[in-house]
């Protein structure tokens, strides 16, 4: 990097799964992290196996010692802590603040930047555990960062010596950007579980055995070529095998009071058949068959739209 910080004596608020990891990464790369915010039980013991040695302070001691602030709290909470801190006079002129929030970018550190610090935005694009194998998946991971372009450097600089890779996303699209992640990873956990969840049901002891190699290839396949790696039912227009699904699955919610795993289905073959029509990978007569299939028989019958 052109820019790259020197030591630094950084203080981390919020001990936990990111704040723990980021500070015993940057730890790692030759900084001193002189503090650390602890409330819970958990995050006491995770600042502890992470990160020890390192005194467990309050938030305005940990401002008050830091020359960068890493604030890895709720994104709820971030605005209020921040402007709270504010309004005691905790920032300091030319100390680096950095929040770790997926949603904000540097807007939010408005009163770090009134009293003369440097606000950065590094969001890293993992799913933690809050353990010590983190780190080894920091490597290469991508972070999100956002910052005024003569600072944006120093914010890559940090990423690069977590061995992690800098994206930089700009200010208005960091929603955007982190609805992005959480729509693929959080949303496919929900999937993935659903999914196990109907095997479980149906007497499959290992439903990960089953889900895993066809998982791991499906996302493996849509990494590499993206909607190209599409196949099933829905991408061949099989209306028939849609139909059939549709109607297991709204017994199964009948049976289980599962509706969520009927809903997940009906809307994700909706969004699959709609993207592959649009992509000519399903012709206008295949796509209107896909809609009916999805529809309740009853509805099917007399053209009502429904889910």
């Avoid at 994104?75 to 904000?104: E, I, K, N, Y």
């Avoid at 940090?158 to 994206?167: F, T």
Wanted: net charge negative.
């Amino acid at each position: 990097m052109a820019i790259k910080p020197g030591r630094l004596g950084i203080g981390i608020i919020g001990a936990g799964k990111v704040g723990a990891v980021l500070g015993a990464a940057l730890r790692g790369a030759g900084h001193a992290v002189v503090g650390v915010s602890a409330v819970s039980e958990e995050s006491r013991e995770r600042a502890e196996l992470l990160l020890p040695g390192v005194p467990v302070l309050d938030v305005a001691d940990i401002v008050e010692r830091s020359e960068l602030v890493l604030l890895a709290v709720p994104d709820d909470a971030l605005s209020d802590l921040v402007a709270g801190l504010g309004a005691v006079g905790a920032w300091q002129d030319g100390q680096l603040v950095a929040h770790t929030s997926g949603r904000f970018g540097t807007a939010v550190l408005a009163p770090v930047k009134a009293a003369g610090g440097i606000p950065l935005a590094l969001h890293p694009a993992m799913t933690f555990t809050g353990m010590s194998l983190d780190l080894t998946r920091l490597v290469d991971c991508s972070v999100g960062v956002s910052a005024e372009p003569a600072m944006l450097p120093i914010a890559q600089a940090l990423v690069v010596e977590m061995g992690a890779e800098p994206v930089v996303i700009a200010e208005a699209d960091r929603v955007l950007y982190h609805a992005a992640l959480a729509h693929s990873a959080n949303h496919m956990v929900t999937l993935v579980a659903q999914a196990g969840q109907i095997l479980a049901d149906i007497g499959v002891e290992s439903s990960g055995q089953v889900l895993g190699p066809l998982l791991r290839a499906a996302l493996e396949n849509a990494l590499t070529t993206g909607e190209a790696a599409l196949t099933g039912p829905v991408a061949r227009g099989d209306a028939g095998t849609v139909a059939a699904h549709a109607s297991a699955l709204r017994e199964y919610a009948l049976d289980t009071s599962s509706a969520d795993v009927l809903d997940a289905y009906l809307a994700m073959s909706a969004s699959t058949a709609a993207r592959a029509a649009k992509r000519r990978m399903l012709s206008a007569e295949a796509y209107l068959g896909i809609q009916a299939a999805l529809m309740p028989d009853d509805e099917a019958d007399t053209g009502v739209a429904g889910s």
